[in-house]
């Protein structure tokens, strides 16, 4: 199934028609260094063009009032002394004869998207439009808002295509306070927002924009706020946000549709943000989005307002909806310390509501740490420098252009028995030419018993053959059935050319002494029974009480441990290993096969038991780029589980500082 593109050059077509420094930055080459940019790279080439249409009055009164849209259908007849007294009564907004035109455009841009991914005519996509949406309400434009696309957007979706559950994810700087309000007491829709605060000092300056703002009556708990308190947040805060706060609630939520309020002003450069996240952070953010709602996901641009990074960011989502393998994570220091505050203050508040959280760290008084993280050049650009003449000279702050990220040719190689069947869509591995003499008599000697026949030699062979076609990026991931996956683990760790490679142990049984010895792997291990003593950083036992049949254990394991230490070490090479006898359930396995491609280029190789040929058509399909079904709602993990992960957090996030979840000095 492919990305939708849903774009029309008529919403380039209004613009501020008189002074007012405020509303400067919105202008129509936003959409047009978006659009181009997609073009000329060829990822607009690869999406399905969806058209755009204007939103009927119906649709826009799902949000708006009557009086409200009376009004705007006024502007097009207006002069310019009469659009800008209308403007007058609204906050940071502009308007403009064809302003009605475009807003309309992009809502309907917007429903047109959500129609074609809840039809599955596409598994998910992008629109965009302008003007944005997130900021305006019921009955007022503001923050260069007209109407409320992503809002209407969650409506229209529960009202025409039985969406029980839409969660919306606003990574714009900015906090959409228009979405919040509509939604405030609804539980259907799971509003979550950053946004740059500094404690009420930043525009919009709202006080219901702090963490403690969590949704009201029936909705609360379904309204997350995490205030950033300083500039220059990065790569890093972004990630700790996702792998603490929203993936671990959005996971127990269960969405039936994920709709991003996608505003690229947290990127760097952006005059707005004042943030140092760069663009490829957001391919990185919409991966672990893509295996929610089995997949149905729809990126609304909002704000961005340097154009560089604004082109950057939108290539880099677009380019992860189509499926392509994800950049190598940059290299990821841990979060600031004012931003571990916020994640911490937004788990706390949240804690009561969500059982994934409810072993989260109590509430502490709030004295906001006064130590800056970072100076907002922080990405290695330029600070201000004054120029003699007493004032900083703002320089330009630069950062470096996103790595190509390019498909290797064949997407999934499967290594299997003859016997077994190749799943469709993927290649069946065998190299030109077999293993020589030498290479033969090196597995035997240290990988074969005598007496094994000449398959094995010539399947391990095959995987250490497709493990090193994957390390040059010509095949991206594959599955192996084996006789002994801890057999292949041990040969592949061992004849990886890998700097680093994540082994993830996944079942009841001991790792190999040789892997846990090799110092180039980090293994997390998920069991029932811890059965090393654990003392390295690079052996990380994750244990279950109900063993790894415990799908909601696991789930959070894998969100709140297994991906901050998989991004932070940043592999070369996964190997998902299913131990014999593994209960892990099927969705759950393939959430992990999904989750786990954002690491290392995408280079995931997948061990079963060769006896274990029910999960191999699945694991494929994972593997070829096809969405894990949902979970649905998770229920609670258990408490002695969450009480294990916060012994290993505690005893691992000095050396991982991606696990931490609340600020050094307030453990
Ligand atoms: C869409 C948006 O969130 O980027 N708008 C920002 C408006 C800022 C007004 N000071
Ligand atoms: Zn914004």
Not at 120 to 139: I, Y
Not at 213 to 220: D, F, N, P, R, T
Not at 439 to 447: D, I
């Amino acid at each position: 199934m492919g990305t939708a593109l849903v774009y029309d050059d008529e919403m380039t077509k209004y613009k501020l028609l008189w002074v007012d420094p405020v509303c400067e930055p919105e202008v129509p080459e936003r959409l047009q260094v978006s659009h181009q940019a997609l073009v000329r790279s060829g990822l607009a080439g690869c999406c399905v063009p969806v058209p755009v249409r204007e939103a009927t009055d119906e649709e826009i009164l799902l949000v708006h009032s009557e009086e409200y849209l009376e009004g705007v259908k006024k502007t097009p007849f207006m002069d310019l002394e009469d659009l800008m007294a209308f403007t007058q009564q609204y906050g940071d907004v502009y308007f403009h004869p064809n302003i009605y035109h475009c807003a309309k455009l992009a809502i309907g841009a917007t429903l047109q998207l959500v129609d074609s991914v809840m039809t599955g005519k596409v598994r998910n996509g992008m629109a965009l439009v302008r003007p944005p949406g997130h900021h305006s309400q019921t009955s007022q434009a503001n923050g260069f808002c007209v109407f409320n696309n992503v809002a209407i957007a969650a409506q229209y979706a529960k009202k025409h295509h039985r969406a029980k559950r839409v969660l919306i994810v606003d990574w714009d700087i900015h906090h959409g306070q228009g979405i919040q309000y509509c939604f405030e007491d609804d539980p259907s829709v799971l509003y979550f927002s950053w946004h740059r605060y500094e404690h009420q000092s930043f525009w919009p300056n709202l006080r219901e924009s702090d963490f403690d703002s969590v949704g009201s009556g029936k909705g609360a708990g379904f309204n997350i706020n995490v205030p950033w308190n300083q500039v220059g947040m990065g790569n890093s805060d972004y990630l700790a946000v996702f792998f603490h706060v929203l993936l671990p609630v959005a996971y127990e939520f269960g969405p039936d549709l994920v709709l991003i309020s996608a505003g690229f002003d947290s990127a760097i450069g952006d005059p707005e943000g004042l943030m140092c996240a760069t663009p490829d952070i957001f391919a990185h953010l919409t991966h672990l989005l893509m295996n929610l709602a089995g997949g149905k996901v729809c990126a609304v641009l909002e704000g961005g307002y340097n154009l560089t990074s604004l082109a950057q960011s939108v290539c880099q989502t677009v380019q992860t909806l189509l499926g392509d393998p994800p950049p190598h994570p940059a290299n990821l220091g841990g979060p600031c310390e004012s931003a571990l505050e916020s994640v911490h203050s937004a788990r706390s508040v949240h804690k009561k509501y969500w059982s994934c959280l409810q072993h989260a760290a109590a509430p502490f008084p709030e004295e906001p740490s006064t130590k800056t993280c970072r100076p907002a050049q922080q990405d290695g650009s330029q600070g201000p420098q004054s120029n003699g003449g007493g004032e900083a000279q703002k320089e330009a702050i630069v950062w470096p252009e996103p790595l190509q990220r390019d498909a290797p040719s064949v997407r999934t190689a499967l290594v299997l028995p003859d016997a077994v069947a190749c799943a469709d869509g993927c290649e069946r591995f065998s190299p030109a030419e077999g293993p020589d003499s030498m290479a033969t008599a090196g597995l035997r000697k240290h990988f074969l018993k005598e007496s094994e026949d000449g398959v094995n030699v010539k399947l391990l062979y095959n995987i250490t053959a497709l493990v090193g076609q994957m390390e040059k990026n010509e095949i991206r991931n594959g599955l192996a059935l084996v006789p002994d996956v801890s057999m292949a683990t041990t040969l592949l760790t061992s004849t990886s050319l890998s700097k680093r490679v994540l082994v993830v142990w996944v079942g009841d049984g001991l790792v190999p002494a040789q892997v846990l010895e090799d110092e180039k792997t980090l293994v997390v291990h998920i069991s029932s029974t811890a059965p090393h003593e654990a003392q390295s950083k690079y052996y990380v036992p994750i244990t279950l009480k109900q063993g790894c049949g415990d799908t909601v254990g696991l789930m959070q394991a894998a969100l709140g441990l297994l991906l901050p230490l998989g991004y932070q070490y940043a592999p070369g090479l996964v190997l998902l290993v299913r131990l014999p006898g593994c209960r892990a359930r099927e969705d759950l396995w393939l959430q992990l096969t999904g989750l786990l491609q954002g690491l290392a280029a995408g280079h995931t190789l997948v061990l079963v038991q060769e006896n274990e040929t029910a999960s191999v058509g699945i694991t494929a399909s994972c593997l070829l780029g096809n969405a894990a079904p949902s979970l649905g709602s998770l229920a609670a993990p258990g408490p002695e589980d969450v009480e294990s992960f916060e012994r290993l957090r505690l005893r691992l996030q000095t050396d991982w500082p991606l696990l931490q979840t609340t600020a050094p000095d307030k453990r």
